[in-house]
């Protein structure tokens, strides 16, 4: 019998993009409720129950509401809020952040779907505290531009509807300019580091997309490595890319600029290793869809690793 899996705010954005790459499978029975009975929590608590796995793209207190009314019947969660994120009972669901993670993934009741942002901070930074080159109290920056739709449905009507009162004019804005972003808490949780990062996101107008850049000074990092040696560690732990992808050092050094809508449409992520060797200092970038390895695609990716498909 086919695995039941039932999506708990299918109709948000995250939701949707789960919903297309799901319902043209036969290796699933995709649930869904019935528009006329989403509000009727009687309902919402029997799909919860009788699903295998129910994947929770709500607001963080209607996602530890759904866990408390279900996890006892046996369901398995992939929560894609940030109630969960840095609970170390729950399974973190970026299967590529160590050799052992994709088999916790696969074996575990609860799992919590990573942050876009922090998805790209947490792939370039992870490796390199694993590796031993980055001290754990160095002092990170990260600097990050994500497409508008990361924003959810209101920012999305904002930024599409050139009519409304309330539209955003700007073509680029910074935020969370208290520096207290919900995704630092699981960028230091699941990468080892100890000294809070400097985050500063920021929006683009465009749907899809985003760059993360985690700029680095060589000579505070344990033995001063060169640029080959920070790729070397990135492309050790990633292997053969087929998910993240390292690009080589040539090829970056051919480009001019990178394009945040570089891999829209996908579900996968590439890092790069920018600067010149022997400069002293090197700026990390992933580029990754915040809707796909940013989301949807990681929400899949990680029932995939769940129910064995």
């Known amino acids: 019998m086919a695995p039941k899996v039932f999506i708990d705010g299918e109709h948000g954005t995250t939701g949707l993009q789960i919903v297309s ?32 796995v129910a994947i929770l793209c709500l607001p963080d207190d209607a996602a530890r509401e759904a866990v408390a009314l279900a996890a006892d019947a046996g369901t398995r969660f992939i929560d894609a809020s940030t109630a969960h994120r840095s609970n170390p009972d729950w399974a973190f669901g970026f299967a590529e952040l160590s050799p052992a993670q994709a088999k916790r993934i696969a074996g575990a009741q609860f ?32 600097n990050a531009v994500s497409g508008y739709t990361g924003g959810g449905k209101q920012m999305i009507a904002q930024m599409e509807d050139e009519t409304r009162d309330d539209a955003i004019r700007a073509a680029y804005f910074a935020y969370a300019l208290t520096l207290a972003h919900k ?68 090829e970056t050094a051919g480009l001019a600029r990178l394009d945040p809508e570089e891999m829209t449409g996908t579900d996968r992520m590439k890092l790069y290793v920018c600067g010149k060797e022997g400069a002293g200092q090197v700026n990390l970038v992933a580029s990754l869809d915040n809707l796909g390895k940013g989301a949807s695609g990681a929400a899949v990716q990680n029932l995939n690793l769940m129910i064995g498909a």
């Open 21 to 52: 790459r799901l319902q043209d499978r036969n290796d699933i029975d995709l649930m869904s409720m019935p528009a006329e009975q989403r509000r009727d929590a009687d309902v919402r608590t029997k799909f919860l129950r009788e699903a295998d």
């Open 111 to 142: 799992v919590s779907n990573p942050g876009c942002y922090s998805t790209g901070a947490i792939a370039l930074i992870a490796p390199l505290v694993a590796s031993g080159l980055l001290p754990v109290d160095y002092p990170v920056t990260v």
């Open 183 to 250: 995704h630092v808490p699981e960028i230091m949780t699941h990468t080892g580091i100890s000294r809070r990062p400097i985050f500063t996101p920021a929006v683009g107008r465009f749907a899809q997309g985003m760059l993360v850049n985690v700029p680095l000074h060589l000579n505070l990092m344990t033995g001063s490595p060169s640029m080959a040696d920070i790729h070397a560690a990135l492309k050790a732990h990633y292997g053969d890319g087929s998910v993240v992808e390292v690009v080589s050092l040539d």
